[in-house]
């Protein structure tokens, strides 16, 4: 059951969607962001650090079995991609509120894994962020079921592999559980400068900056010794 915070936030998120315009609120295909090859390669490297060092499940209030797109192998290459390719469509898609794309920011970039046998789908949310993209990794016939699902359009959305969904963060939407397989998706939530807060560390990088403070500390007073 979802608490009384997620409640009031999922109600917002709803109101949004119906008070918005419908060019505004309604989520946008963007096709081929990614091409097969950079899909695959980047699915590689999540499923070879997956089984190497595990996956996290680092969003607290949605939790996801997710990794950081910084840390997978090409992860640089990936993140510029999307800023290259995603950004100027949202200006496009919703208006120039939206964009331009220079004045950007990614807030997280992570790649999901949904399992029919273990966390299949998210239940409905808001996004922590202004923007949001959803853009699937698996190849055709790997899974059945999920998409991004928009109660106010009475749309689910399942691209192909490389295709993207974006959308408005603050518009209320669910993962829709998956039936079969495993689904992998590349999310980006993206912020423009100076409308949003940057967002607090991840656990694992707070925790590795807490370590970088006290080696740096610890260096000083060696060095004033």
């Not at 096709?31 to 999540?46: T, V």
């Not at 997710?66 to 898609?93: I, N, T």
């Not at 912020?191 to 694992?204: E, H, I, M, N």
Request: glycine share 12%.
């Amino acid at each position: 059951a979802l608490g009384r915070s997620a409640r009031a936030q999922a109600a917002i998120g709803r109101g949004i969607a119906l008070a918005l315009p419908p060019n505004v609120s309604a989520p946008r295909l963007l096709r081929g962001l990614l091409s097969p090859d950079e899909c695959a390669a980047l699915l590689a490297a999540a499923v070879a650090h997956g089984e190497a060092h595990g996956w996290g499940s680092l969003h607290r209030k949605y939790p996801t079995v997710d990794l950081p797109v910084a840390k997978l192998r090409g992860g640089g290459a990936v993140v510029s991609a999307l800023q290259e390719r995603a950004f100027p469509a949202f200006g496009r898609f919703f208006g120039e509120a939206y964009g331009p794309a220079d004045a950007l920011v990614m807030r997280d970039c992570f790649v999901a894994k949904y399992e029919a046998g273990g966390q299949s789908g998210l239940a409905g949310h808001v996004d922590a962020s202004l923007l949001s993209l959803v853009m699937t990794l698996s190849p055709p016939g790997e899974f059945e079921g999920g998409g991004t699902h928009f109660e106010h359009a009475g749309r689910t959305l399942s691209p192909p592999q490389g295709d993207a969904v974006l959308f408005l963060g603050k518009v209320f939407h669910e993962g829709r559980p998956i039936t079969r397989g495993t689904r992998f998706v590349l999310v980006a939530l993206v912020d423009k400068r100076g409308t949003v807060a940057p967002p607090p560390p991840r656990p694992d990088e707070a925790a590795a900056g807490e370590a970088a403070d006290s080696a740096e500390a610890a260096d000083s007073v060696e060095r004033r010794g």
